[in-house]
Each structure stands twice: as C-alpha cells, then as structure tokens.
C-alpha cells in the first residue's frame, strides 16, 4: 500500500499542494497587479479626454483662472445679465429662465417674454436681473456703466425685500467675434431696429444730441447698406463690446472733447478689460458647450438640455471681401483686442476647470481602489485558510487509505 501510495498519489498531492502555496501568495499579487493596469488605464482615458495644452497668450493668476462662486439662491445674491446686442444674448437669456434646473423654476406665462424668478420657499424676491426676468429695468440693454449705479436702486423699486447692502451681484456677459457681431448688427439695422429708446445714462444724465448725434433722419435706418453703416463715424456699433463694458465715467461719458483719442481708447479698453476679467462670467458665443460648462461650475447649477452650437447665422451668410474685412476690424479695433483678451481668458479658464475635474476624478479612482484592494486583502486570508483546512483533510483521509 506504501509503495503504491507514493508511485501513484504521492506525486498528484505533492502537485495540487504547490499550486495551492503558488495560489496562496501569487493570487493577491496578481489581482492587485491588474488593479494597478485597469487604473492606469483609465488615467490614460481620462488624460486622453483633456483639452489640448493652450498656448497662453496673457497671463492670468489662478484667481482670475478659478472662478467658483457660492451662489445662495435662498439669500440675497443675485446674478444681472449685462446683455450686448447680437452676442448671442437672447439666446442665453432664455437658458437662464428656462433651462436651469431649480428647486423653484422660474414661472413663465404663455406669449409673455417676462419670467417670475422666485427665491425658493415663498420669497418673492428675485434671484435674477436680466431682460427675461426684470425687464429693462435699467434701460433697453443697459451697459456696464448704467447697470452698476442702477441695479441696487431698481430692485429696491421693485419692492425686493431685505437691505441693498446685504445683497451681492454677480456680473455676467456673452461677447462674439467682432467681425461677426458687426455684420449681425447691420443686418439687424436693415431690417428697421434702431435701440433709440436706449437711455445711455452716465454720471447721472444721458448724452446730448451733439455728444452722440443720430447716423440717419426718420424713424429708422431700414435697408441701409453695409458702406452706409461702415461710413457713420458715430455709429454705436463701432466698438460696441468695448464701450459696453468699460467704466464711460472714466473718459467723461460721452463728450469726446474730455481727453484726446488715443488716450480715451487706451482707457477704454482696460477698463473693459478689467471689468470683464473680474465679472463673476462670460461665456462666448463661438463655444456654446463651453460656455455652458463654464457657467455650471462657476455658479454650480445645472442646465436641462444641452446649449447648441449655431454655426449659420446671418452674418455668416454675408459674403464679404478681404478688404470689406479688413475695414471692420479698422472701425472695430478695440472690440478686436478685448475679443483676443477675452477668448484666451476664456479658454484658459476652461482648460484649467478641466484639469482641476481630471484631478479630482483621479484622487476619487485612487481612493477607490485603495479601498478595494484593502477589501480584497481580508477576503484573501479567509479563503485561504479554508483551502488549507480542505487540503489536510484530504491528506488525512488518503493516509488512512
């Protein structure tokens, strides 16, 4: 029997009892290397999914970068849409009262423009400032300069409960390649819009016939060509972005006999500059997904649908030479750099918000598999505890035999 059991099971026993030892100590080193791999994998997907590396052309802290702001819907912050003409504003304005998923939507009657954005649980103050919501209460697309010495006043005329000191406005804006926004404009004009009712209010009064006179007699300015609206040397068109954002106290409004050219454009346009930079937003019309990632993580609220990228528009149908081009970036050369400023801003801050998600996200996968691999490692000393109690006895009982 001796002899038989060692030619004959010995050798089986011996073999199934050094997998077993193998198992035992490759098996926890095996499944924590795969762990390893399948991790670095999803490193790689994920860093694969980051935008490309920007080659910045202004520098910006990480402040300006990182724009993150705790808007308490509940309290007293309220957000005032500071709307360029053909921006893209329209457009967005209606995301923002009806595209916004809210504890308490905002309620909008059938055939009304106007929608009531409430404060959640019963207040009847409003959380927004903007065409869609308060109306034109500062003035028919009211700019930089009018919004902020009216926009305190008007919610108090509004009846808005609470004091105007405890509230914080949160500056947001849309801006639009240049040449395009123009060409939007005019054919806007074309078609018999005029904006006369604006009040351009600045330092306490609007401008005098003389200090910003009309480009056309009668009601409108319907059919005009685009050498016509190019021609006007006092069309509000010209550098509208800029105008729109600067602080016009600054160059005295809109006397133009206040300081020379050059150094009224050069205050102009820093200002604008600044003014946008420290906005709490500004999304661009050429990148309506970004646009609206940059809002959600900035005010931390979520939109239903998705924004849609429009590349057709009107002022895309216009066909125009190099020299027709060339002509409105001359009259547009302000709006030209603040436009180069704001998009490098923008995409800075956009690639700097994904990279902060892709960090996050990888701490988030690395906690994770710290816990399961601390998980698989308790489990593994139980099962195998139990294959050696099973092994011995099996040996026990071939002894016997």
């Not at 005029?194 to 209010?201: E, I, P």
């Not at 009224?264 to 604008?272: D, F, G, T, V």
């Not at 849609?308 to 066909?319: H, I």
Request: glycine fraction near 4%; charged fraction near 25%; hydrophobic fraction near 35%.
């Amino acid at each position: 029997m001796d002899e038989r059991f060692n030619r004959w099971l010995l050798p089986p026993l011996l073999a199934l009892l050094f997998l077993l030892i193998v198992y035992q100590y490759v098996s926890p080193a095996a499944a924590a290397g795969a762990a390893e791999e399948e991790e670095e994998e999803v490193e790689a997907a994920a860093a694969a999914a980051l935008p490309p590396r920007l080659a910045a052309k202004f520098p910006f802290a990480r402040g300006e970068l990182c724009r993150r702001v705790r808007f308490d819907m509940r309290g007293r912050d309220v957000i005032v849409f500071l709307h360029i003409q053909k921006t893209g504003g329209t457009t967005f304005g209606r995301h923002l009262v009806r595209n916004i998923r809210l504890e308490q939507p905002c309620y909008c009657r059938a055939g009304q423009k106007k929608c009531a954005c409430h404060r959640p649980g019963g207040d009847k103050d409003t959380w927004l400032f903007s065409r869609f919501s308060t109306g034109w209460s500062c003035g028919l697309h009211a700019d930089w300069t009018e919004l902020t010495s009216c926009v305190p006043a008007a919610m108090e005329r509004r009846g808005c409960a609470g004091n105007r000191t405890l509230r914080n406005f949160y500056y947001i804006t849309m801006l639009r390649d240049p040449v395009s926004r123009y060409l939007s404009e005019w054919k806007h004009v074309q078609r018999g819009a005029t904006w006369k009712t604006s009040l351009h209010m600045c330092d306490g009064r609007s401008p005098t016939p003389d200090e910003l006179p009309t480009c056309y007699e009668g009601d409108d300015w319907s059919g005009v060509s685009l050498q016509e609206f190019m021609d006007c040397s006092y069309n509000l068109a010209n550098n509208r972005q800029v105008r729109m954002l600067a602080d016009l106290s600054l160059v005295g409004c809109y006397n133009l006999t206040f300081m020379n050219e050059s150094e009224r454009n050069m205050i102009l346009l820093q200002s604008a500059k600044n003014n946008l930079k420290n906005m709490a937003f500004f999304g661009l019309t050429e990148f309506q997904r970004k646009t609206q990632y940059l809002f959600e993580r900035t005010f931390n609220l979520k939109f239903i649908s998705p924004f849609t990228q429009f590349n057709v528009t009107r002022a895309s149908n216009v066909d125009i030479g190099e020299d027709v081009r060339q002509r409105i970036e001359e009259l547009n050369f302000l709006d030209v750099q603040l436009y180069e400023y704001a998009r490098d801003l923008f995409l800075q801050r956009f690639q700097y918000s994904k990279q902060e998600e892709h960090q996050k996200n990888r701490l988030k996968r690395r906690e994770e598999q710290r816990l399961l691999r601390e998980q698989r490692a308790h489990q593994w000393p139980r099962e195998e505890a139990a294959e050696v109690a099973v092994t011995e006895d099996y040996n026990s009982q071939v002894a016997r035999w």
